[in-house]
C-alpha cells in the first residue's frame, strides 16, 4: 500500500507526465510513418487503421512513464527522499529512516556499496507538486 502512494505522488509530477506526452509525440510520428507511412503521406484516411494510429502514440507515452516511475521508486543515495520512508539495505539488511526532501545518506557500513530498497512509505498526506 505504501508503493501505491509513492507511484501516485510520482504520477502527480507534471515533468514526467509532459517528458512522456514529448517522447510520445516524436517517437508515435515516426512509428506511424514506418508503419502506415505511405498512407498519411498521400492523406489516404480510408486505409488509416487508427486503433494502429491511437496505439502507435500509447506505447511509448507508457514505455516511458513506467521507466520514470521504476526509476523514482529507488532512492538512490545522494538524491533528496520523495516521501518519508524506511529503507531497508539490500547488502546487510541495515534500516534508515529517511524524512521527505532529506539527501538520502549512505549505509553506516556498507558505504559506497550501499543500494537501498524501500520498505514502508511513511508519508500520509501525499500531495501533488511541480
Ligand atoms: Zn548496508
Redesign the pocket.
Known amino acids: 500500500m505504501g508503493k501505491l502512494k509513492l507511484v501516485s505522488h510520482i504520477l502527480c509530477n507534471r515533468n514526467i507526465f509532459y517528458k512522456a506526452s514529448k517522447i510520445a509525440l516524436v517517437v508515435g510520428i515516426i512509428l506511424n510513418l514506418i508503419n502506415q507511412g505511405e498512407y498519411l503521406i498521400h492523406l489516404d484516411f480510408e486505409h488509416v487503421n487508427f486503433y494502429k494510429l491511437g496505439f502507435t502514440f500509447m506505447v511509448p507515452f507508457c514505455v516511458s512513464t513506467y521507466t520514470a516511475i521504476t526509476m523514482k521508486m529507488k532512492y538512490h543515495v545522494g538524491e533528496k527522499a520523495l516521501l518519508c520512508a524506511d529503507l531497508t ?1 539490500e ?4 534500516t534508515q529512516e529517511v524524512k521527505r526532501d532529506e539527501i538520502i545518506p549512505f ?4 558505504q559506497d ?2 543500494s537501498w530498497k524501500i520498505k514502508e512509505i511513511k508519508d500520509i498526506n501525499v500531495k501533488c507538486r511541480d
Do not use: A, I, S
Request: with cysteine.
Open positions: 539495505c547488502n546487510c539488511h541495515g549505509c553506516h557500513k556498507c556499496k550501499t
